[in-house]
Each structure stands twice: as structure tokens, then as C-alpha cells.
């Protein structure tokens, strides 16, 4: 084992700590509202799910990359994630039935995870510079990660229901990020991309929010 091995293992862990942050943040949101019991399971089928679609992406990393705009059109797909989560964290406060089930709540942390998993196992992949070892290494630490993250993420929107706002915010700054990462999108905004690379994360972000807390107070006016 020589020094690129090592430097490869402190950076796998370093991009698993950051990016499985992200993961945990969707599964915390999505199963808060479950009981104990099935919010266990759906922490349980989240990790496995997001694990079993790193270790297939990983196997598919060339073709995945072939496909156009496929990480754009991810991060529409995790900013309208974050917008009803937000959404129905609003549809709870108003006493109107969510249908926050098991079955719902894991088949959004799924759809999430897929997307996001896109970053981790390209940033994964890269660091671990062919080593199948330290591939192996990635997909495994992330599982901890993942579920002590998730679980520490729902206890704390528990116990101060207003991180649900922080929650939202970084899934959309992530999804924003992740459409400005695109290269078909880079090479159409080349001259303007040096600002809008963190200008439209944040603007996409003020943008869910936004909507989110509209909806929310629509909500509660509605039933007063």
C-alpha cells in the first residue's frame, strides 16, 4: 500500500462524509413523520436502496456519463423533491392528511437517492483511481454514514420542526449545483458561467423556498 492508496482512502472519506450528507438529509425529511417503527424501516430500505444504486451506477459509470443533460434534469428532479417535502411538512402543520406512508416515503428517498448518487459515485470513482479496494471501501462506509446521519437528521427536525427550512434549502443548492455541473450546460453558458455557477444554486434555492412557505401559509389560511 503506497501514499497514492492512502491519499485515495482520506479522500474517499472526506467526499463520503460531505456528499452522504445530502442522502441523509432526504431520508431524515421523508421519514420524520413515520411512526418509530417505520421510520426504522424506511431509514433501513433508504441506505439499502441508495447503496444498491451506487454499486449499479458504479458498475454503469461509462454509459451513465454518455447520457445528455442526465444530471440537469436530476437536479429538476431534487429541487421539485426538496419543494414537496417542503410542501408537505406545510400539509402536517394544517392537520390536512399528507399520506405520508411507508411505501411514499421510501419510493421519494429512492427516486433522491439515484439522483444524488450520480455525484458520489463519479466522485468516488475518481479518487479511488481504479483500486477495486478502495472502490468497495466508498460503497461500505457509506452505509454508516447514511443511517446514523438520517436518524440524527429526522431526531432534530423533531425537536426543532424549523430545520425542515435548512433541509430544503441544501437539497436545492445541491440540485442546483448538480444541473451547473453539466457540461452540456457549461458549454452553453460559457461566458456568464463563472457567476451563475453559484448565482443559479442560489437563486434555485430562494426559489423553493419560497414557493414552499407561499404554499404553506395558502394552507393554513385555508383552514382557518
Known amino acids: 500500500m503506497d501514499a497514492s492508496f492512502w491519499i485515495g ?18 431520508i431524515g425529511m421523508a421519514s420524520r413523520r413515520l411512526p418509530p417503527v417505520q421510520r ?64 411514499g416515503a421510501v419510493q421519494t428517498i429512492i427516486v433522491a437517492d439515484f439522483v444524488m448518487s450520480l455525484d458520489n459515485v463519479l466522485a468516488v470513482g475518481g479518487a479511488a483511481h481504479g483500486d477495486f479496494v478502495l472502490l468497495l471501501f466508498g460503497l461500505g462506509l457509506s452505509i454508516p454514514l447514511l443511517m446514523v446521519g438520517s436518524n440524527a437528521v429526522a431526531a432534530l427536525m423533531d425537536r426543532a420542526p424549523a430545520l425542515i427550512y435548512i433541509g430544503a434549502g441544501v437539497l436545492s443548492y445541491t440540485a442546483g449545483k448538480m444541473v451547473m455541473s453539466e457540461e452540456a450546460v457549461q458549454q452553453r453558458i460559457a461566458p456568464m458561467y463563472y457567476y451563475l455557477d453559484w448565482l443559479f444554486p442560489l437563486l434555485l434555492t430562494m426559489l423553493v423556498l419560497t414557493a414552499g412557505i407561499w404554499w404553506r401559509k395558502r394552507l ?5
Open 9 to 26: 482512502f482520506i479522500n474517499i472519506v472526506i467526499i463520503d462524509v460531505v456528499l452522504s450528507g445530502d442522502n441523509a438529509v432526504v
Open 40 to 103: 426504522k424501516k424506511a431509514v433501513m430500505y433508504g441506505t439499502v436502496g441508495a447503496v444498491v444504486l451506487r454499486i449499479v451506477l458504479t458498475a454503469l459509470t461509462t454509459w451513465v456519463l454518455l447520457i445528455p443533460y442526465l444530471k440537469a434534469v436530476g437536479g429538476v428532479v431534487l429541487a421539485w423533491i426538496a419543494l414537496k417535502l417542503l410542501i408537505g411538512e406545510g400539509e402536517e402543520s394544517s392537520d390536512i392528511k399528507a399520506g405520508h406512508t411507508l411505501a
Open 220 to 224: 393554513y389560511h385555508s383552514v382557518l
